[in-house]
């Protein structure tokens, strides 16, 4: 099942070109790093995804049975809110059913109604995937305000919010995470490593954590030089297919430079009358001239 078909994406601001004719498909069960040197257009990929963003060209088609969930790297909150408010800020038959059994627990004459509600909506797990999450994640007090908060409680709270709308629905989601182990400990780390990979989900996650990646991910996509390259593989063998893919081009990019030379001696050397023939080579030296003119930025990926 595909979950997004990319045709064609081409993003720049000003001058800079981040990247130009993507095109891909991101199905359900993919678990995708998405790694770059810094600036080459990660989160700007990601926010297009989301259609936060537009691209330059190109379209995005989303299947109209998946939700797709983002995790920023900024949470944005109303300051008034409590993180109780904040992290269960959904309209769900089986949240309203806990939050309602919560208020029973306190004045007896919602018992009945409370009870039933459970049961209807299946909501007596929830109270505990929700302490689950609150004590791996080490959430603040739920009655705690929001702006009270360091950027590293904002995030883990983003992060619980996104994990406890995945508790709350069945069907098909897809999980766009940009830097999701920032400010998280190593045994927070783990926790969520368990939890992706108990889960039956889909994602595509921007990290510098390379455990996190091999953990995680069974697929890398490399954005490099505006170009999107597929790797099917742990970080690795990532790794190499990245040097073979530099020393060949390398290779190619040599052997263009000398063609380049001979042609560029015949293209001065010819009148401006140009038989059949000539222009095929003219047209073939400018491609030449393409290759042979290529830089490799080489820009390592800090992991």
Known sequence: MIYIEAKELAKSYGIKELFEGITFNLCEGDKIALVAANGSGKSTLMKILMQKEMPDKGKIIINKEVKVLYLEQETYFDNNLTVEDFLLDFIHPRLQAFKLYQKALEDTSFMEEALHDMEK?????LEEQLNQIISQL?????NAKM????G???KRLGLAKLLMNI?????HFLLLLDEPTNHLDPQM???LETYLNKKRLTLLVITHDRIFLDQVCNTIWEIDQGELHLHKCDYAQYLMNKSNRLDSLES???KAK????KELDWMRRQPKARTTKSKSRIDAFFETQSTATQTIDNKKVLL
Do not use: C, F, K
């Open 121 to 125: 909506y299946d909501a007596w797990n």
């Open 138 to 142: 080490q959430l603040p007090p739920l």
């Open 147 to 150: 702006q009270h908060l360091s």
């Open 152 to 154: 590293g409680q904002l």
């Open 167 to 171: 508790a709350l629905e069945e069907g």
């Open 189 to 191: 780390v783990e926790w």
């Open 252 to 254: 190619t990019i040599d």
């Open 258 to 261: 000398n063609l380049y030379r």
